[in-house]
């Protein structure tokens, strides 16, 4: 495996190659602007500032890490204890105002502590972001911290701005890292004024690796609640090769405000997951109770990580470490007893884990970074090179031929072109909507009786024949089927009725939903489809018959288009379908009395657009209560159906004087044997057949849906022109190299802007000669 500083060297001469092509390319969409989509320019604009920021880090050959976290998850106190002395702020103070960077130093010499102080400006931008956030909602403590930052900056305003005159800040070399520790408690903690004026503190030390140059930013709480600490925090993650994110051990949860600074961590880095370069450290791992909550609680932590390798998901207790190994400050020794730290630790089964953070951020820094350094720079170069492929797309077309010689000055469409085009666009458009009137547009009230196109009303006949069909050849409605469904383990004369009735409409109700959804809307689709190709045709001809007009007017792959007519009609239907089918076959005449009054307001709707024949069975509430139409006839037996498939009503009447209707009797009785449910069944499928052709097709709105993807199609194709340009490019084209000989134009050449052209198609060249580099 490569080391870090062979990969660093061949990444960082791909990079550079790669970023010559990033520069011609922003450079020629500046010139053809109009040309390539926004998005498209955008997007390489946003790559060429990721690309960039990632040379400056090669350059640099730097390794930057973020540490992030809430407000006192700790940070301060990690990094502390990977010092071995207590010098950042951190414990009970609030005092991480700043965004504080711990840079490695590669000898005692080179040490140094800055501080930089925000200026008079920046502190009255800090006041106004507080009382923004104070005005909003805030927690007890976030208001309470803030009121109290704001408050204090007011009453110290006058030697706040004391240090806002220091412009080069403050600097102090050291040789060993005590030496400043008093600068900085003073700066910190002993003078308010100074804490609150503080923007950044930088401390070079030799306790990071002297080897690297590592840079550990300790960055503010991004949940502060002041927009200035949440865009230091922000612009520390877009530098950002690693990230330690200090997380409290006894709280395994990710709340909003992480999940957002996650979010910009992962999206600024597209290329590489959170998880390939995060440390997640959980602190405080002392504070659990015991070996059993500890290991619940890490498993807790590991579910809201999963995709975070477990040695990468350390406990530590900083304090513990301080207090044994390094120079803890005399507030922690007075609240912390070694021995106490000791002792718990060993109950919990763990040890201070700073060490073996140590050890794994070093691996990772020596190893692992390699391999994530390479996904990253393949990433940015993919996403250039498909960036130059896309624009070389666009542009080529346009401008390929002139960089090849192919066309000359005198080879040019002139200013005539577009003057012939308007006026023979405005013939076109006005003979389409002609012949559109006439040809295809249905009549006022499209969905009524005899208002379709002969297309659509072939479609309403297709329908009739394919429910015909659907319901007369049901799997559930042949004879030897019902009698299985009826028995259900029982013999055929000690069966329940009751049960048997419900069992066999359960199985029709099922086959015929299915039969519904997956069959009934092809014939609809193709009828209307037949319309489709006639409007395409005819723009083929008023085009001159010119190559892909049929595949730039549909805009798609036929087959999707297809399939959502398909779905339209699917869903038209089902919408009335799906309720017919539960009003007549769902439940037994004497158990509908529920229905009824759920689905009131759809069955007043189909008895609404009822065209049927018989005016009296346009009452479908009462048929549906009764078993009856309005006038009381008996019903008739389903329509379709084959003597040998299934009972008919009569024969099922005869043979079951029972079941005569008495004239005062108004509702039919349950029946009481298989013949009797049968013949039930069947006088509801036929009811059903009849509200299916002459009220669902009309209250679906096929027709009205037809005339819309018509529409849709017809305004396209004048759409596609006045808004787009679109036939005026397909034209030029074919009369500029002569692919159309029907297109009734004579190219009068022109010097019209060529020169301008030959030199964006050079520059075209030349970013194709780059792009041939970029690996």
């Known amino acids: 495996m490569a080391t870090w500083l062979e990969t660093c060297q061949q990444q960082l001469a791909r990079l550079e190659i790669t970023s010559v092509l990033a520069d011609k390319l922003v450079t020629l969409c500046n010139k053809t602007g109009e040309d390539i989509a926004p998005e498209l320019v955008q997007k390489l604009n946003t790559e060429h500032m990721r690309l960039n920021r990632q040379l400056e880090r090669l350059h640099a050959n730097r390794f930057e890490v973020a540490v992030i976290g809430l407000e006192k998850a700790g940070k301060s106190a990690l990094l502390n204890a990977w010092l071995g002395q207590e010098i950042l702020p951190s414990a009970r103070e609030r005092c991480t105002f700043t965004s504080t960077e711990i840079w ?63 412009k080069n800040g403050f600097s102090q070399n050291f040789l060993d890292i005590s030496e400043i520790n008093e600068q900085l408690q003073s700066a ?95 602190t405080q791992a002392d504070a659990l109770d015991d070996q059993i909550d500890f290991k619940e609680t890490l498993a807790k932590h590991k579910n809201y990580w999963p995709a ?30 070694s021995a106490d ?5 060993k109950k919990l089964g763990i040890t201070d884990g700073i060490l073996v953070l140590k050890d794994t951020v070093n691996n990772y820094i020596d190893h ?78 499209a969905d009524a009786v005899g208002a379709e196109h002969q297309e659509l009303a072939a479609l309403h006949t297709a329908y009739d024949q394919k429910i015909d069909d659907l319901l007369t050849n049901l799997t559930a409605g042949q004879t030897d089927e019902l009698k299985r469904i009826y028995t259900a383990g029982r013999t055929i004369s000690m069966p329940d009725p009751r049960e048997g009735n419900y069992k066999i409409r359960e199985e029709l109700f099922r086959e015929i939903q299915q039969k519904f959804e997956t069959e009934l809307t092809d014939q609809l689709a193709q009828s209307l489809q037949v319309l489709i190709d006639q409007i395409v045709q005819k723009t083929q001809t008023l085009l001159w018959e010119t190559d892909d007009v049929r595949k730039t007017l549909l805009n798609a792959d036929e087959s999707i288009e297809q399939a959502r007519i398909r779905h339209g009609f699917q869903v038209l239907f089902l919408r009335f379908g799906r309720v017919a089918v539960e009003a007549f076959i769902a439940k037994p005449l004497q158990a509908r009395e529920r229905l009824l009054n759920e689905r009131s307001a759809e069955i007043k709707t189909l008895e609404a657009f009822y065209q049927g024949a018989d005016p009296n069975k346009q009452d479908v509430t009462h048929y549906l209560r009764y078993g009856l139409w309005a006038n009381k006839a008996p019903i008739p037996s389903a329509a379709g159906k084959t003597a040998k498939t299934t009972v008919k009503q009569d024969a099922a009447t005869e043979s079951n004087p029972a079941r005569k209707i008495p004239e005062e009797q108004e509702k039919l009785p349950e029946p009481n044997n298989f013949e009797q449910v049968v013949e039930e069944i069947n006088g509801d499928l036929a009811a059903l057949k009849e509200y299916l052709k002459n009220s669902v097709f009309y209250a679906a709105g096929f027709v009205t849906y037809c005339n819309q993807e018509l529409e849709r199609i017809r305004n396209r194709f004048k759409e596609m022109e006045d808004n787009d340009r679109q036939w005026i490019g397909l034209i030029r084209t074919a009369v500029k190299y002569e692919r159309n000989p029907n297109i009734p134009y004579n190219i009068a050449h022109s010097r019209r802007d060529f020169r301008m052209r030959r030199e964006i198609a050079l520059e075209i060249k030349e970013v194709r000669e780059s792009y041939a580099q970029v690996h």
């Open 104 to 166: 490695s130093a590669q000898t005692e010499q080179d040490q140094l502590l800055f501080i930089q102080y925000y200026s008079k400006e920046e502190i009255s931008k800090l006041q106004q972001q507080r009382k923004e956030a104070l005005a909003g909602t805030l927690s007890d403590k976030e208001r309470k911290e803030i009121l109290e930052d704001f408050e204090d900056t007011e009453k110290n305003l006058n030697a706040i701005y004391e240090f806002t005159k220091l």
């Open 341 to 345: 730290d000791k002792l718990k630790l």
């Open 308 to 337: 975070v390798p477990e040695r990468r998901m350390i406990p530590v207790c900083a304090r513990a470490h301080l207090v044994e190994f390094g120079i803890p400050s005399e507030d922690t020794l007075r609240r912390t007893k």
């Open 368 to 445: 692992e970074r390699v391999g994530v350094l390479q996904k990253r720079c393949d990433v940015l170069v993919n996403n250039i090179r498909q960036y130059a492929s896309d624009i070389i797309g666009k542009l080529e077309p346009v401008y390929g031929a002139i960089a090849n010689g192919d066309i000359e000055e005198d080879d040019l469409l002139g200013s005539g072109f577009n003057q012939w085009w308007g006026r023979e666009w405005q013939r076109i458009k006005k003979d389409f909507d002609v012949w559109y009137a006439e040809s295809i547009q249905g009549r006022k009230e």
């Open 188 to 282: 910190i903690f002993k003078n308010r004024a100074q804490s609150l004026a503080i923007k950044r503190i930088q401390l070079k030390t030799v306790r990071l690796r002297s080897d690297r140059d590592i840079i550990f930013h300790d960055v503010p709480g991004f949940n502060s609640g002041i927009q200035m600490h949440s865009e230091q925090a922000i612009d520390r993650l877009k530098g950002c090769d690693a990230i330690i994110y200090a997380k409290e051990m006894k709280q395994p949860s990710i709340t909003g405000p992480e999940k957002e600074i996650l979010v910009i961590a992962d999206s600024e880095d597209p290329g590489i997951k959170v998880s390939d370069k995060i440390f997640v450290v959980l």
